[in-house]
């Protein structure tokens, strides 16, 4: 055998082992390359929820779930309205002004709603990110002041919340509850993680 026919072997195995190498490297690569890619349950994660609220009673509150948080839909009763009022001078930050959740200007009023009976919040308490609970009923309670007005109350440290979402001066809470974007599809149906801005 000539050393030219030796040298043409030697480079037909070497270019076949360099392109099975290549296949070999592309087929490891492709599963990686995949999971840089969200995966449908993260896409739907930050997807925007579509909530029929038309059985919603007044005093009633639905829970939702938006980006993995739970989103408190509250239909208020003329009364838990009035409360408001009461309430304006005991909290914090009245106007939502506050930047570290930042309000929609949609929101910036004393109810922090589109609709004033209707309030869209995430129930997470801003100090560790605890779920407080709802404390609708008005008057003297466990943890809670002779004169709730109605609301909700983070029992982890003791947090309070007016019906608004506003919290109460001199908590471990610093802000209010989190007004996700949204906005009315129709009167009964709101579309959480969008609005028209």
Request: proline letters at 10%; hydrophobic letters at 35%; glycine letters at 8%.
């Amino acid at each position: 055998m000539t050393q030219a026919a030796v040298d043409s072997e030697r480079r037909t195995w070497i270019a076949i082992a360099c392109g099975a190498g290549a296949v070999g490297g592309a087929a490891a690569l492709v599963p990686f390359v995949a999971s840089f890619t969200p995966s449908e349950r993260a896409r739907a994660a930050g997807a925007a929820v579509e909530v029929d609220i038309s059985g919603l009673r007044p005093g009633e509150k639905m829970t939702v779930e938006w980006r993995g948080k739970p989103v408190w839909i509250v239909r208020r009763t003329p009364e838990q309205l009035e409360s408001l009022k009461v309430t304006e001078s005991q909290v914090a930050d009245p106007n939502s002004d506050r930047k570290a959740y930042p309000t929609p200007d949609y929101a910036k009023n004393p109810h922090r709603s589109i609709k004033p009976e209707v309030l869209v919040a995430v129930g997470i308490c801003s100090h560790l990110g605890c779920s407080p609970t709802d404390k609708f009923t008005p008057g003297a309670q466990p943890s809670l002041p002779d004169d709730w007005a109605g609301g909700f109350l983070c029992p982890c440290h003791g947090s309070t919340f007016d019906i608004a979402g506003r919290v109460f001066k001199n908590k471990p809470a610093p802000d209010n509850l989190e007004v996700p974007p949204h906005m009315y599809l129709s009167d009964t149906r709101i579309l959480i993680g969008e609005d028209k801005a």
